[in-house]
């Protein structure tokens, strides 16, 4: 699949759109300008890709909002060299905003045939994650571990503590938290003990699934 002027033109759209809607990282902005969304849908759905909507990929999941994805990513503060964990890779979407900006992303799937496309799409493009992992997100990256940031992209009916645990001082936890509709929590570390808890609002996801592959 090739990206047009067309495909750029309704990029810079969406851009316009999220900028409305009170996105105002330059840098945000700017991989969402860059990222070509329609590349993470299925062919039947790309006329949808610029669209700030949801849409359905394999295994029943869904390709984020890329109003949530730039809110996610604004709010985890990711700068160039940020190390970054991502609970639900799902399409890699969120994976390559990340990217772009610069961050060395490790990304965790519990869906296998999600992770298996993911890992075959970053083998054929410029950029890829440090790491593709098929697990179960709830225990986090503990090999890896400290991260400046980790970002959930599924709905947690409860804040899984290693996350907590797997970040640096300073670090942010982005996660939306809830059963059928969640509130988007940041979690900043201010010490080994320490966190401050912000929230930013609703937002629906697809559930965090634990222990079931
Ligand atoms: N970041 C993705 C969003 C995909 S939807 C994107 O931009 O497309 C959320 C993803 O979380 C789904 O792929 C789902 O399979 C995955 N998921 C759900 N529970 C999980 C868990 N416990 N561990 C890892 N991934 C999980």
Known sequence: MKDTFTHKGMRKKLVETLEKKGITNPAVLQAINTIPRHLFMDSGF?????????????????????????????????????????????????????????????????????????????????????????????????????????????GAPYVPKPLLAQLKIGGKLVIPVGETSQIMTVFTRTSKTAFNKETFGEFKFVPLLENKN
């Open 46 to 154: 790309i006329d949808h890709a610029y669209v700030d909507k949801a849409f359905p990929i394999a295994a029943d999941q869904t390709i984020s909002q890329p109003y949530t994805v730039a809110r996610q990513t604004e709010l985890l503060e990711v700068v160039k060299g940020s190390k970054i964990l991502e609970i639900g890779t799902g399409s890699g979407y969120q994976t390559a905003v990340l990217l772009q900006i610069g961050a060395v992303v490790y990304s965790i799937e519990r869906q296998n045939k999600l992770f298996k496309k993911a890992e075959n799409f970053f083998k054929k493009q410029k950029y890829a994650p440090k790491k593709l992992i098929f697990g179960d997100g709830y225990i986090g990256l503990e090999t890896e571990a400290p991260f400046d940031g980790v970002v959930v992209t599924a």
